[in-house]
């Protein structure tokens, strides 16, 4: 394999919870009730124009899209001030283990002031030779065009590159593209029809780094 793909949230940093507790609390403020678990049950790596869509549409808010978008972005720089998103665990580990050796991006549905600004303030920006967001493309994941994108800005074949997911609508963005596809998950059975490398962490991803990262 000639690069490594990493999605951002649920994947690099333990944001999922963060996400849908902030989501929860901005959506119960225009009367519309659910709870954090709900929401990641159905929205778990879903980007959040489409987040923002299906409530706007739902719901009728009165609001646009974009603008719940704006909104939640404004609340999510808010909350990270005052709690912060912890790293996923062998996070950093895994980055080390393959800088230099390839090319590494990150390849996430979520918006690219948020994304760079963690990688900064975690001090991981340096790591990565790409950063793809959902803005960059017409239509986001579960669509392959950001992959796509990726690849063809990393001047590679899809099935040269490694994409390394947790959530399904993730999975099947990088599936569809054609990338050989990792699945991080300790909680749900995300593509289990998709790839046989599944793994419940990146540390144990990292222990089988051989198996996935060599070309077949």
């Known amino acids: 394999m000639q690069a490594v793909c990493f999605d951002f949230d649920g994947t690099l940093v333990d944001s999922e919870i963060f996400h849908a507790e902030n989501w929860s609390q901005y959506l119960s ?17 879903v980007p959040w124009e489409i987040v923002a869509n299906h409530f706007s549409s739902v719901a009728n808010l009165p609001h646009t899209a974009a603008a719940v978008v704006s909104d939640m972005e404004r609340l999510t720089y808010k ?38 600004g963690m990688l900064a303030h975690l001090g991981w920006l340096h790591y990565f030779d790409h950063v793809f967001c959902g803005e960059d493309v017409k ?13 063809r800005t990393l001047g590679i074949a899809e ?3 490694v994409a390394i997911e ?14 050989r ?23 144990e991803a990292q222990a089988q780094q051989a198996s996935w990262l060599v070309a077949s």
């Not at 403020?29 to 790596?45: K, R, Y």
């Not at 998103?85 to 948020?114: C, D, F, M, W």
Request: charged share 15%; with cysteine; glycine share 8%.
């Open 79 to 116: 909350a990270i001030i005052e709690r912060g998103i912890p790293a996923k665990q062998g996070a950093l580990e895994l980055i080390k283990s393959l800088h230099g050796s390839r090319p590494l991006a990150v390849v996430t549905g979520s918006p690219r002031n948020y994304v760079e």
């Open 139 to 151: 239509n986001n994941k579960p669509a392959p065009e950001i992959y796509q994108l990726a690849c």
């Open 159 to 161: 099935n040269q590159a």
């Open 166 to 179: 947790d959530s399904q609508t993730g999975a099947q963005s990088a599936y569809t593209a054609g990338l």
């Open 181 to 203: 596809l990792v699945v991080v998950n300790d909680l749900h059975p995300v593509g289990q029809d998709l790839t046989p490398y599944r793994y419940d962490n990146l540390l």
């Open 29 to 45: 403020g225009l009367n519309i009730d659910i709870s954090a678990h709900d929401f990641l049950v159905d929205f778990a790596g």
